[in-house]
Every structure is written in C-alpha cells, then in structure tokens.
C-alpha cells in the first residue's frame, strides 16, 4: 500500500509530540512493506530526499503570515494566519506535486498548521481517500489548546475561534476517516459537528523502549528519598509552576523533614524557567534541563503530568508507562483514558484547591501498592507498540480504500 502522510513538520524538524508519533508510524510502516511519504513545511534541499526509507517532500509555508511585516499587530497576524489556513493556494499546489508525483492509495493528513486544509480538496479531486489524525485542536482553536489568559477556556468556544474555525469545520466534508488519538480529542470535535461523513476511530499513539523494569530503582523499599518528577516544555500550560507551588506546600507542612525530592526535566523560555527556579529556592528541587528519557525515569519514583489544557493525550503517559512508573495526572483531556486511580496511577481536579496535594500525598502513603500499580503501568505500555498501531492503521487504510 502507499501511503502519503501530510504534517506540518517531520523529523528531524522536531516540534512536539505529533511529529514524533508520526515518525514510529511511518517508520512501522515501511518495516511492514508499505511505500510512504510525507509532505511537510520546511526548506528543501533536492526536489525530494529520504528520512530512512520514507520519501520526504518538503516545501516552505505558502501560509500568508510568514509574508506579513513584523511591525503588524500579532492579533492581525494571527487572523491572517488562521484564515489562510482555510484554503492556501501554495499549499495547494505542493499537495498536487505530492500526489502526482508519488500516486498514493490514501492521504493520512495530520496537523496542517501552515499547510491548510486545502489538501483535503487536492485529494478529494482525485478520490483518493483521506484519513485524518486529530493531535490538537487546531481545527477548533486559535490557540489550538482551548487555553488562554493563563487559564482553560472552558466548554464553550469563544467567537472568535468560531469565526476562524467555520470554514476549516466545513471543510472536513471531504475526509473519509477520522481518528482521535484519544476518545474525549474525537468527541470534543464531534460535538462541534466536524467531520459529519468521516468514519470515527480511536487510535492510541505508539511507543517503544528498550528500558526493562529492573532497570528501575525502588527507593520506597531501600531507604532512598520518595522523588516525584516532571519532564517536558516547561510552559505555563502544563502546569509545572502549580506543581512547585503544591510540592512546596508539602514539604513546609506534612512532608516536613521527611526524604523527598522533585526533579524537573525540559526547557522553556529563560524568563519563566528563571521564574520557576525562583519558586523553586531553597526546596530541594533540582532542574534538570534536557536528559534522556532512561535517565529521567530510572530515578523518579511517580512522574506528574499536571496540564492545565485539556491535553489530548500526553505521550509522557506512554513515555512513563514503558518504564514501569507510575502517573499522576490532572483529570483534564484524555488522561482519565489511561490513568486509572489506584491502578496504573492517580488523577486529581485541577479546579479543586488541594486536589493535587492530595493525590502526591496518597502516591506517597501508597507504599504497599506501589510495585503493583508499577506492574500494571508496564503492563498497559505493551498495548501501544508502535506493531498495533500499524495494524490498526492499516485496517482503517483497507477500510476507506473499499469505501472510496
């Protein structure tokens, strides 16, 4: 089968967590003997080029905003950027190239930032059948998070997401398949009436590592200190800086003078990373910066992904999983999917005042349990190999082929 990916980025222009998830599958793909390629932003350096086995075309963002003077208000260039995303006739003309060129069995398209979703239209044309992988909310969303002002929008979109998102919702028509990578990510956009003709799938994303459980320490059984960690972009929106703030509370009050510790993981913007490290003064806290996933995990006892945002579905879930630790999440999102309360982790309210000191300290009372719900978390990560989500992709793949 041959297959043309779409994405806004792919590797090695590495953004977030989409690109890398886009890589294992197309990777598993062409391991599996099918021919795919990609069609991506970005300088090129030939005509085309290969990324292992996968044919990569890259071409710069026809998108409007990338022409506008930077002297422009950001408001107005993010109006412009989000309506030119609608329909971009540059775009346009690269997704002709793309599928001219490579003649795929199907069109798997994925963020479109900068691309526009006027690809669907040039694979519509030619009745080639488009499945679409929602990662975001970019089709929804001006800020693609339904976050603003430091704070979750709520249920109900604003008027201008409204107004921007009508004609990307409109255009969702012509896709043939759609996937969440998590259920509440499909149903938040079903609700809002896209895609009314696609078929609905859910798709975990895929995950590997070669890192074995034994690898991991168990500090609650010799004596070392109980240490909870963070890893990923340290931004306002995943919620490190409320992270600091419940951790400090902990240890000025009910984990006073007890052995513990946070470790932080990931880069941000200086200034608020200054921030952070700021709050964090006389804690023991320690940033790591940027490390190896293994490193990272084989020395924290439970990892916190404490989004703010209705994140889709972290891959430090899987990230954790793999490596036999368990999770502590925010209720928001896809989380609840795959975080179980005294299974595979904890789950706390964002809204409630306490909500997350409570279940840092219920992780920290869990003793007793703790390699049991490590067991069930390593257990659940052998679900996501990147083999099932390539046969899972491959059965919607034959789906559409027959429906088209």
């Known amino acids: 089968m041959r297959v043309l990916m779409v994405n806004s980025f792919y590797f090695p222009d590495q953004v977030g967590g989409a690109e890398r998830s886009l890589k294992i599958l197309a990777d598993a793909l062409t391991a599996d003997g099918h021919e795919v390629a990609v069609l991506a932003t970005g300088e090129p350096a030939a005509e085309t080029e290969r990324v292992g086995q996968v044919r990569v075309f890259r071409r710069p963002s026809a998108n409007i905003a990338r022409r506008l003077p930077a002297s422009l208000p950001s408001g107005l260039r993010k109006a412009a950027f989000h ?3 609608t329909y971009t006739a540059g775009s346009l003309r690269h997704a002709d190239e793309a599928l001219d060129a490579f003649r795929p069995d199907v069109v798997h ?32 969303c001006a800020n693609y998070g339904f976050f603003r002002g430091g704070q979750p929008c709520g249920t109900d979109r604003c008027f201008q997401c409204k107004l921007l998102s009508a004609n990307k919702i409109a255009a969702t028509r012509q896709v043939t398949a759609v996937v969440g990578n998590s259920r509440y990510t499909l149903d938040r956009h079903l609700e809002e009436g896209a895609f009314p003709q696609a078929r609905h ?15 991991r320490r168990h500090p609650r059984r010799d004596g070392r200190p109980f240490v909870v960690g963070f890893i990923g972009t340290l931004t306002a929106h995943k919620g490190v800086e409320m992270l600091l703030k419940t951790f400090a509370g902990l240890v000025r009050g009910p984990w006073q003078g007890h052995a513990v510790e946070l470790v932080i993981a990931g880069e941000g913007e200086p200034s608020y990373t200054a921030h952070l490290r700021a709050l964090a003064e006389g804690l023991p806290v320690k940033f790591l910066g940027v490390v ?8 924290v006892d439970v990892c916190v992904v404490p989004s703010l945002w209705a994140e889709p579905l972290s891959r430090v879930l899987f990230e954790a999983f793999a490596h036999g630790v368990p999770v502590i999440a925010s209720a928001t999102g896809g989380s609840g999917e795959l975080v179980k309360p005294g299974e595979t982790g904890w789950l706390f309210d964002i809204h409630a005042a306490d909500g997350l000191a409570v279940q840092l300290q219920a992780a920290y009372d869990d003793a007793d349990r703790y390699e049991a719900i490590s067991r069930t978390a390593l257990a659940l990560a052998a679900t996501f190999r990147p083999e099932r989500v390539v046969s899972e992709y491959i059965d919607l793949y034959e789906t559409v082929q027959h429906r088209g």
Not at 292 to 299: A, G, I, L, S, V
């Open 83 to 85: 309506l030119h995303n």
């Open 292 to 299: 190896p996933q293994p490193e990272f995990f084989k020395q």
């Open 201 to 215: 799938s859910v798709i975990y994303n895929g995950y590997r590592t070669d890192q074995p459980i034994d690898a």
């Open 109 to 140: 398209t994925n963020n479109l930032a900068w691309l526009s979703v006027s690809v669907w239209g040039a694979a519509s044309r030619r009745r080639i059948p488009i499945v679409h992988t929602l990662r975001d909310y970019a089709l929804l």
